[in-house]
């Protein structure tokens, strides 16, 4: 299966089946319909991946997090069925049509990598500063959690960045150690960082030369480390009161 024009592998494949369409699925539910369906809430029971699969993000005081199976949320008022943040699957449906909203769900507005066509004379390039960009790029996450942050250091080399969930303080440390202000889009080594009013950094990505760049949009499980061009990349992570700083790698 390809999604995002990236080949993804089948055992990956059965692993995102198991978060996106899981036979007991989580619905906020508020919490007096939870008392007199007696529905009881285990919110505990989020993962990161449920979280990331239905956009759980938030859960207000007066709601409960409920696991029901297809049955039973029919059973569900339609109000409430209606108000979930993103609309749920289930495994009754034929395996092709899964694996047919499985690829839009990944794919729904978002970039396919262009990994493929970077030259290679760019990653040579760029291998002396990014020795690890080349394995990284089209590649989707095992799990939920390795973010932007650990792709740039992953790619600069630090072992292990890939598959944990970088903070900014870790990533700030490794900045600090390893960069200096300033750089140019046109460079490999370029890591470009999205900081908010308060300066506190919210995005990164790392050029490699040649008009291209290479960052993860989002912890999830659903975004891949991906390839761009330097455009791209900057157009897809500007947010209102974010502003780019470039450092450079060396």
């Keep these: 299966m390809r999604a995002l024009d990236i080949e993804v592998r089948p055992e990956l494949v059965d692993r995102w089946l198991g ?3 899981p036979v007991d699925q989580p619905f906020l539910v508020p919490n007096e319909i ?5 529905l009881t809430d285990d ?3 989020l993962t990161m991946e449920h979280r990331d699969t239905f956009a759980l993000y938030s859960v207000d005081e007066d709601e409960s997090v409920v696991w029901l199976d297809e049955e039973q949320a029919s059973t ?13 699957r289930w495994p009754s449906e034929p395996l092709e049509r899964q694996l047919d909203l499985l690829i ?14 970077v030259p290679g004379e760019v990653w ?3 291998a002396r500063l990014l020795p690890c960009a080349r394995l990284l790029a089209g590649c989707f996450p095992a799990r939920s959690g390795p973010n932007c942050f650990g792709a740039v ?3 600069a080399g630090v072992a292990g960045a890939a598959e944990v969930w970088m903070q900014r303080e870790p990533f700030e440390a490794w900045l600090a150690d390893n960069t200096r202000r300033g750089g140019d889009d046109a460079d490999p080594g370029t890591v470009l960082v999205w900081r908010d009013p308060e300066g506190a950094v919210q995005h990164a990505a790392v050029t490699l030369g ?3 760049a290479l960052h993860k949009p989002s912890q999830g499980w659903m975004s891949p480390t991906k390839v761009l061009t330097v455009a791209e990349t900057k157009a897809s992570s500007r947010a209102k009161g974010r502003r780019l700083h470039r450092y450079t790698l060396g």
């Design 104 to 117: 839009e769900y990944v794919e729904d507005g978002r970039r396919p990598s262009r990994h493929t066509e």
């Design 76 to 88: 569900l008022p339609r109000s409430v069925r209606r108000a979930q943040p993103l609309p749920h």
């Design 153 to 155: 250091m992953a790619a």
């Design 210 to 212: 040649g008009g291209w």
């Design 34 to 38: 939870a008392t007199r369906m007696r």
């Design 19 to 21: 978060w996106f369409v």
């Design 124 to 126: 040579e390039a760029s």
């Design 43 to 45: 919110r505990d029971r």
